[in-house]
Structures are given as structure tokens and as C-alpha cells.
């Protein structure tokens, strides 16, 4: 998938968690728990989204992979080939 | 003919704004329904009607900041006569609309909306769900600012008079009310949550992503089955005595990003199962978050838990919610070293902490219930 793609995806679904955060202003390589409030319903919530958008499970496990935007696109950039 | 009077939606509500109507004249209503929405320092609140009957009249403007306790609409009981024609009542021009969505804002736009006294239906919402955001109502703003400056310099706003107050003084009154009348006690105990981890790691492996569940709820359910077989834990202090709740209605306090915290009820959180009340618990904080309680929700907890969750420290005392009776505490798991079977091993571990009232139970007794909250919990298959 377009890395422009991935990125509106993620963005959609962020905002669709925590509508009161911007992402412009996430630094992406930080996790975004350190730099807002985001718990682990949010994380949930996250990979709830990203999943239904893009169609691929995202176990459990790999949830560490969500913690900051640029390891998210990484991520589901391998995920979704 | 009885009034609807504007709630009190928490011990330390004075008055309250109300934002929309969503009943009109003439409509049948029930009880539970919701029948406006009030903008108070915990965000828009849903407020429901506690009786059966028929609008006669809305007697408040959207937009009107009352005091609690005023008269806000008109009800016709059930069963009560239509009134006799006599002097021709005044012609339903309020245009009900049912079917138009009301306009989905955060708190934080509705408030800075009113503030510009912006129209927020004039806006296209870029949220989810087309939800009017603060950024939508800033862009608006300036746009219209601009406009204003081009033409004449911008009237100068008074501040909306009567502004609810903060959710910090929300949390103050409560808090202060808490400390100041109810004789806390409390207790600790460290539980080991392996057995948690492991059956939840399991059913989280072999379910899809929306259907899984998060360590609270299984703490939340924990405490629902335990407050259930103890009734004196799961109440109010009323008027000098105990009153049992009418059922175990559990609040759990979740934070807001903007600052503060709120603790809604899950209601009959002992009667549901681990996924229902994570799909509960779910849409809880979803709306919490946004703004969008109901007031029953709001009011209706008869027992709190209070968890700290994976970023925290490993213990929290926490304070009961008035009226409540008591509150249960779970700090941020921890790895440490604990002995099993006469040796130590590597376990994660959770400070589950009570604070309970102690006009109305003792330590014992206490004990007895965080016993109980921390044995569940260590079973997980019965929860």
C-alpha cells in the first residue's frame, strides 16, 4: 500500500480514538502514550480501526508496533505489502 | 401536570445550560427517555425524564442558563386529560425534528462556539461521524474575524453570563464533600495476576481485535460479582443511614484529555458477561470522552473502581464518591519477585486497595469484600 495511503488510514483511525489530538503535532518517532494521554483502550481502539480499514488481523502481540505513528506505518506498511 | 425541572447532575451542580431540546410538544415520552441535552462542567449531559407522559410545554429556550431545580417543560401524565380548549394554546410552532441528527460537536467546539457565538450547524464537521471539532469551529472563526475586520472592527463579546462551572470545581466540591463527611478506612492487598494475564492472553489470541478484552474490565467485573454478595459495600449514605443500591451499578473513573475525570456507571455490571461489559465499558469511555453522558450514568454508580492502568504508579488511595459508600482502587501492574509453592518466581502483580465508609461497614468486613474483589480475580474463569 501508498505510503500517502497508510497515512490517511492512520489518520482517520486517530482521529476516530482521540479526536482531541493532532496528529500533525504527534513527533512520530515517540510513542504517542509519552506525549498525550492514551491508554490502553485507545491502543485498542487504534488497532480496532486499523484493522477493520485495512482488513488484516493485527494480534494482540504486535500491539507494541502501534506505540508511535512512524513504527505504525512501518509496521502496517509490512502487514500490508 | 407536572414539571420536568432542570437536574442536578452531581452535588456540586448550581445550574445548567440547556442546549437542545429532543422531544417537541405533544410527544409521548417515557420514562429513561432522553429528553435534552444540558451542558454542564462534565460536558453535554443526556438527561433523561424519570416518568411517563406528554409534552404540554418546553418553558426553556436552548441557549438559557437555569439553576437547578427551575421548571423546564410541562408534562401531561398519562391518563390526564388534554387540556380544554378555553384560551387557544399558543400554536406549536417549534418545529419538532426528530429526524435531523443533532449536531455531533466535542464539548470543547460547543463551548468555544457559544463563546463566538458561532451557529454550529452552519459548520461542517471534519471529526468522525462529520462531528464538529474545536479546529472546525476556530477555522470558522477566523474566517468570520476576518470577514468582521474587513467590514468593522469586531464587537468586542461579553463573556456568556452564568458559564458552568469547570470540571476542576466539579471535582473540588465532590472531593472536599467526600473528605469532609465520610470517615474513610483502608485496606490493601497484593494480587497475583498471572493467572488473569494468562487466561486473557489466551481468549485475546483466539478472538479478533474488536473483540477483546482489556485487563479492567476484568477488574470491573470482579468487583460487580463481589459488591453483589456484599450489599453494604454497594449503596449510598443517605440522610443519616445506609440505602442498598437497586442493583450493582459500577463507576469507574476514566480521565478526560482535556483534564479532570468523570465516573459513570456501568449499570448491572454484574450481570453481564466479560464482553458485554467490555463493549459497555468501551462505549462508556468513548462518550465520557466526548462529552455525550447521560445523567443517570452520570448520578447512577453505587460502587466506584478507580485503576490506574498500565502507566501508573502501584498503589492508589482513592476518595469515595459521595454518596457512595465505598471505592476500590487498582494500581499499575507490577513484575516482582513472589513466593509460590515455597518459591520465588517472577510474577506480575496488582495493589487492589479499598477506602470504604466506615459509618457503614468495618475493617473486617471490609477485608472480607477486597477478599473476595482479589479471589475472583485470581480465578478468572469464574468471572
Redesign the interface.
Known amino acids: 500500500m501508498k505510503t500517502d495511503e497508510l497515512e490517511r488510514v492512520m489518520r482517520t483511525a486517530l ?2 480514538v ?4 493532532e496528529f500533525d503535532e504527534l513527533d512520530p518517532e515517540t510513542p504517542i ?1 509519552d506525549q ?2 492514551f ?3 485507545d491502543t ?2 487504534f ?2 480501526a486499523l ?2 480499514a485495512l482488513g488484516i ?5 504486535d500491539y507494541p508496533h502501534l506505540a508511535s505513528l512512524a513504527e505504525c506505518r512501518r509496521y502496517l506498511a509490512m502487514r500490508t505489502g | 401536570m407536572a414539571d420536568f425541572l432542570m437536574p442536578s447532575l452531581g452535588a456540586d451542580m448550581d445550574e445548567g445550560t440547556l442546549v437542545q431540546w429532543e422531544v417537541a410538544p405533544g410527544d409521548t415520552v417515557r420514562r429513561g427517555q432522553v429528553v435534552a441535552v444540558v451542558e454542564t462542567a462534565k460536558g453535554a449531559i443526556d438527561v433523561e425524564i424519570f416518568r411517563d407522559g406528554v409534552v404540554e410545554e418546553l418553558l426553556v429556550e436552548p441557549g438559557t442558563t437555569v439553576p437547578v431545580g427551575q421548571p423546564i417543560a410541562r408534562l401531561r401524565e398519562c391518563g390526564e386529560a388534554e387540556p380544554t380548549p378555553g384560551p387557544a394554546p399558543a400554536p406549536a410552532t417549534a418545529t419538532a425534528e426528530p429526524d435531523t441528527a443533532r449536531v455531533r460537536a ?1 464539548p ?1 467546539a460547543r463551548r468555544q462556539a457559544e463563546a463566538l457565538g458561532i451557529d454550529l450547524e452552519a459548520l461542517a464537521g471534519s ?2 461521524d462529520g ?1 464538529i ?2 479546529e472546525d469551529v476556530g477555522r470558522a472563526g477566523s474566517a468570520r474575524e476576518s470577514m468582521a475586520e474587513a467590514v468593522a472592527p469586531a464587537p468586542a463579546k461579553p463573556a456568556a453570563p452564568g458559564r458552568p462551572v469547570d470540571i476542576r470545581g466539579a471535582i473540588a466540591a465532590a472531593m472536599s464533600r467526600a473528605k469532609r463527611e465520610i470517615p474513610h478506612y483502608y485496606l490493601g492487598h497484593w494480587v497475583d495476576l498471572s493467572p488473569a494475564n494468562e487466561w486473557l ?1 489466551d481468549w ?2 483466539s478472538h ?3 473483540e ?1 478484552l ?3 474490565v476484568l477488574m470491573l467485573r470482579a468487583v460487580a460479582l463481589a459488591a453483589a454478595r456484599f450489599p453494604d459495600f454497594n449503596g449510598f449514605w443517605r440522610d443519616g443511614k445506609f440505602v442498598a443500591g437497586d442493583g450493582v451499578h459500577v463507576g469507574t473513573a476514566i ?1 478526560l ?2 483534564g479532570g475525570l468523570v465516573a459513570p456507571a456501568l449499570k448491572n455490571a454484574d450481570r453481564h458477561s466479560l464482553p458485554e461489559l467490555m463493549d459497555a ?2 462505549d462508556l ?2 462518550r465520557a ?2 462529552g455525550r453522558l447521560t445523567g443517570s450514568e452520570l448520578l447512577g454508580g453505587t460502587i466506584t473502581v478507580s485503576s490506574l ?3 501508573g504508579v502501584e498503589e492508589v488511595y482513592p476518595v469515595i464518591y459521595p454518596p457512595q459508600v465505598a471505592i476500590v482502587g487498582f494500581g499499575t501492574p507490577v513484575e516482582r519477585p513472589w513466593v509460590v509453592g515455597g518459591r520465588i518466581e517472577p510474577r506480575w502483580l496488582v495493589r487492589a486497595t479499598l477506602a470504604a465508609d466506615h459509618r457503614v461497614s468495618d475493617g473486617r468486613r471490609g477485608a472480607l469484600f477486597l477478599e473476595a474483589v482479589t479471589g475472583l480475580l485470581q480465578e478468572p474463569e469464574t468471572l
Not at chain 1, 482521540?18 to 489530538?21: F, M, T
Not at chain 1, 488481523?57 to 502481540?61: G, L, N, T, V
Open positions: 482521529a476516530g482521540a479526536p482531541d489530538l502514550r498525550a494521554d491508554d490502553s483502550m485498542l481502539n488497532a480496532i484493522s477493520r488481523d493485527i494480534p494482540e502481540s | 466535542s470543547a471529526g468522525p462531528a471539532t474545536l492472553a485475546n489470541a479478533p481485535v474488536a477483546r482489556l485487563p479492567a480521565s484529555r482535556r465499558f468501551r469511555v468513548g470522552r466526548a492502568g498500565e502507566q
